[in-house]
């Protein structure tokens, strides 16, 4: 090859590189890093990128130069010249992916170990899905629509589902579970960074899928102590915090919740509703409504509503609830 024709190679390569360095770094492709599991997987992800951005330049390089020096003339019809094998390119072309294949799999190999490596101490917190909710479990027995964590210690969330298959996903974490019903899965979570960041279901689980949301406030360990201490924030009447594990705001918009959903009825006219159903005082309307949906039906609305409730909320739960859609507190 001429001297000239690798000045040329080398040029279109470098051009290459520049446009695709430019992509990679202009756009930011990744959520911040909240985690130290995160910045584990942002390496392997920037680590595979770097190697595939080398390899797209070397071939764009080559590509470019043989459109641009070998382009048969408009009317050039004859047959090329006869080639044959070139064994020691051969070799090189095989020889270099083997290599970053391998690179590339023993870096992933030690980075999912260490990952999943939950050292001797662990916060374990159990991870409750259902439709359309999440619901997180502390070692001292309390539950929370959300979760609140300590920076530095590791987190190991175990995470089961009571009715279809869902998936416990933080971006900020890089991480995703599912939640499976009759079983556990693990995940370790080791956050570096405070902040809010929202827990979202990424496995298609029903109607209210989309609004299945919840969020993790990640504060500083002495914060946690104290959020501990003081039992957990509580956020409003007893009945939001049951009206919230439980998904209702995922199908209803009921103002005091502040939910928005819309594929059941708006619940802040249910004594309206309780009269047109003529099914008895409000309060035992809405409990009926909740423990079986499908004895009454509100006009337009088809059969929807899990079935689940009746066994599902405890009496005294199930009270609170019915007070609080009753009189807004
Ligand atoms: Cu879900």
């Known amino acids: 090859m001429r001297k000239g024709s690798v000045i ?39 680590f595979t990128t770097i190697i595939c951005m080398v390899v797209f330049s070397v071939v764009a390089a080559v590509i470019a130069y043989s459109v641009w020096k070998f382009r048969a003339p408009p009317d050039d019809d004859s047959d090329g010249p006869p080639t044959h094998g070139h ?43 259902q439709q359309f909710a999440w619901s997180f479990t502390y070692p001292n027995g309390k539950s929370y629509g959300f979760l609140t964590l300590p920076t530095g210690r590791h987190v190991k969330l175990d995470i089961t589902s009571s009715d279809v298959i869902h998936s416990f996903w933080v971006p900020e974490f890089s991480q995703k579970q599912d939640a499976v019903p009759g079983q556990h899965n693990m995940l370790v979570i080791t956050p570096t960074r405070i902040g809010t960041y929202p827990v979202i279901c990424t496995e298609l689980c029903g109607l209210g899928h989309a609004l299945m949301r919840s969020h993790v406030d990640v504060v500083s360990p002495a914060d946690y102590a104290a959020w501990v201490k003081k039992g957990g924030k509580t956020t409003g009447p007893p009945g939001l915090a049951v009206f919230q594990q439980n998904g209702c705001g995922g199908c209803h918009t009921f103002k005091p919740a502040g939910s928005t959903g819309n594929v059941g009825p708006d619940l802040d006219n249910l004594a309206q509703a309780a009269q047109k159903a003529g099914r008895g005082p409000e309060a035992q309307f809405v409990q009926e409504s909740i423990v079986k949906p499908q004895a009454y039906l509100a006009p337009g609305y088809p059969d929807a509503m899990p079935h689940i409730f009746g066994t599902q909320i405890p009496s005294d739960k199930l009270k609170q609830l019915v007070q609080y859609l009753v009189k807004g507190s």
């Open 8 to 46: 040329q190679l080398t040029a279109l390569g470098v051009v290459a590189g520049a446009i695709c360095t430019a992509v990679a770094l202009a756009i930011p492709w990744l959520p911040v890093s909240a985690g130290r599991e995160a910045g584990r997987i942002h390496f392997v992800y920037w």
């Open 87 to 129: 064994t020691q390119l051969e070799i090189i072309w095989t020889a270099i992916p083997v290599v970053l294949v391998t690179a590339i799999s023993i870096v992933s190999a030690v980075v999912l170990a260490q990952n999943s490596h939950a050292g001797t101490d662990p916060l374990i917190v159990k991870v409750h899905a």
